[in-house]
């Protein structure tokens, strides 16, 4: 099993920056391929980024491409997203996932943190 530890949301004004951050304790955490995911009440789960277990491809949601950067440190057991130039829209619970095997771009992922909140006030 894997546990997924979400840090980092909060409010924050239009144009600004957060870090989110994902601590993982468990399984190895470099077996893992990982994700962020976010949803907002009343819409679907969507995909924001994932990274390979190396670290070495990314996928960006279009929406993100260029705003947020994805990122982990397999020595620390963490996963990143930073996130910039913030606009009221990526309001959301963002949430991180991993699961075993190659870099997904669907929901196809094996275990789930709880999620932490990010507003972005306009």
């Known amino acids: 099993q894997v546990q997924l530890v979400e840090s980092g949301g909060g409010l924050v004004q239009a144009g600004g920056s957060l870090r989110l951050s994902c601590a993982a304790s468990?399984?190895?955490?470099?077996?893992?391929?990982m994700g962020w995911f976010r949803q907002t009440p009343g819409k679907e789960r969507e995909i924001v980024a994932s990274?390979?277990?190396?670290?070495?491809?990314?996928y960006y949601a279009n929406s993100v491409k260029g705003r947020f950067t994805i990122s982990r440190d397999n020595a620390k057991n963490t996963l990143y997203l930073q996130m910039n130039s913030l606009k009221p829209e990526d309001t959301a619970v963002y949430y991180c996932?991993?699961?075993?095997?190659?870099?997904?771009?669907?929901?196809?992922?094996?275990?789930w943190g709880q999620g932490t909140q990010v507003t972005v006030s306009s």
């Open positions: 996932a991993g699961r075993i095997g190659l870099l997904a771009t669907s929901d196809a992922y094996d275990y």
């Open positions: 468990g399984r190895t955490f470099s077996g893992l391929s």
């Open positions: 990274i390979n277990r190396s670290g070495g491809a990314t």
